[in-house]
């Protein structure tokens, strides 16, 4: 299946958006309160989005998007420097988001290594990743040669388990 990874744009705010609350709800239910995930509003948080991307190259952020040749845009990644929860890492994989709808084609894979390269080709390596604890796709970052450093607890609604992965450098992530 034909695939494109592309830097993201304002344009694509509302879809990034759609993706985003709509995956939370799939992927956080049983995990997140209840009450966070009706919150979520895609219409609300465009904006934002839109803020974001416009601000991508201050910032320091790059996210991409992953389009799907049916669905349009299925999934994204947004990654840069590391926020300096970790000792030595430089820098973080933010977000790594796949519609539903879209999961299983590889777009994860793809979005990740797109986003590992960019951080790759700024030097931004120790690289980390935050996962919540109770979150199935923790394996995926083991499977793609992450490892677990540490935990902290974070506050979505209620408190919640966020462990932290680590890639020394680009080569441990397959």
Do not use: C
């Amino acid at each position: 299946m034909s695939r494109l990874i592309r830097r993201a744009q304002v344009e694509d705010a509302a879809a990034i958006a759609r993706v985003r609350v709509e995956t939370w709800r799939a992927a956080y239910r049983g995990i997140v309160p209840d009450a966070t995930l009706h919150a979520l509003d895609a219409e609300r948080t465009r904006a934002n989005w839109e803020r974001t991307l416009a601000d991508q190259e201050a910032t320091g952020l790059a996210l991409y998007v992953v389009e799907d040749p049916e669905a349009g845009v299925a999934g994204y990644v947004g990654v840069g420097p590391e926020r300096g929860q970790i000792a030595g890492a430089r820098g973080e994989v933010f977000m790594l988001y796949v519609h539903p709808a879209a999961q299983g084609r590889g777009y994860g894979r793809d979005l990740l290594m797109k986003g590992l390269d960019d951080l790759d080709r700024h030097g931004l390596f120790p690289a980390v990743v935050w996962v919540l604890h109770d979150n199935p796709a923790r394996a995926f970052y083991e499977r793609m040669g992450a490892r677990y450093v540490t935990n902290q607890v974070i506050e979505l609604g209620a408190p919640l388990v966020e462990d932290a992965y680590r890639w020394d450098d680009r080569g441990m992530a397959r």
